[in-house]
């Protein structure tokens, strides 16, 4: 095999997968974020079954979690978003790492509305009013939590508003997951954009016009679009790319994680599970999976709760 085709099977494979991408302008005043997490929000769509206007609402805060994740984690950090809406769908929650790793979903799995005259899901009305609201684990005692008002519903505008008014971080958001009719996910990504104190008002306002004047992110992945593609689109040819990293859905539930929380329900709830149901099947709200507990590993666990009291 020669190197041409070696080059090309290696470009196939970073295509398939999810990435995201940080670049800087030419002044090095704006720093931009690309993502296309097609896969990402795909496997939430399976693992969760999840009709169209969950579907959008679900992915839209993958999206975006991941955006911020890679904007500010790092090491071992964390974040959590909370899209607490009184929409159909309910409350969304997603967990972000600083890896790039993210898990999550909404109270609602099953809600698809009548589209909107554009032809567009409605996000908005799916959302809701309410509050957004972003905890960060920064490895510290107490983690921070800032909280907004959703000012629009479409998520994309919320996290800007989020990041400009809790952070003080001038910023452009962009989400877009397009749901295919049988609810499968069609395409997934967005951007993100920081002006940094440097950035003049021109340097702002240029290249707000050049968001605005983008076609629709959807259609625009859908035809091929990688995020460094949108990271010149955005921030100009002569931007700076300088990171590029794979992004994942993951979730770090296992079986002796949720033994743990059974541990903590009372001695009568665990008797209740074992002299009744013979049994316990947890699943977790994040990722679907599912974990049993036979008789015996129920009595393990109560056996272990009364060791601990005693001692
Ligand atoms: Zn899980």
Known sequence: ????EGSIFLERRIN???YLVK???KTKNLRLLTITAKGVVGEAQKRHDLWSAS?????????GSLLLAGAELTDKE??????????????????????????????????????KKDGHINVKKAVGQGWLE????????????GQVPIVSGEIAEDFAYYLTKSEQIPSAVGLS???????SIGEAGGFMLQALPGA?????TETIKRIKALPALSSSFLDGMTPEDLARKILGTDCKILEKDDVAFKCDCSKEKYAGILETLKSSELKAMIDQDHGAELTCNFCGNKYNYTEDELKAILAKKHDEKDY
Do not use: C, W
């Not at 003049?200 to 702002?204: K, R, V, Y």
């Open 78 to 115: 964390e974040l959590t978003v909370r899209l607490l809406g009184n929409g159909p769908v309910g409350p969304t929650i997603v967990t972000a790492t600083a890896d790039l790793g993210v898990k999550g979903y909404v109270k609602n799995p099953h809600i698809a509305l009548p589209p």
């Open 55 to 63: 579907a959008a609402v679900l992915g839209r805060t993958l999206v």
């Open 1 to 4: 095999m020669g190197p041409e």
């Open 23 to 25: 670049s800087i302008d």
């Open 200 to 204: 003049s008002d021109a340097l702002i």
């Open 16 to 18: 398939m997968n999810d």
């Open 177 to 183: 997951v397009f749901v295919n009719p049988n609810n």
């Open 134 to 145: 972003v905890t960060k684990d920064l490895g510290l005692k107490q983690p921070y939590t």
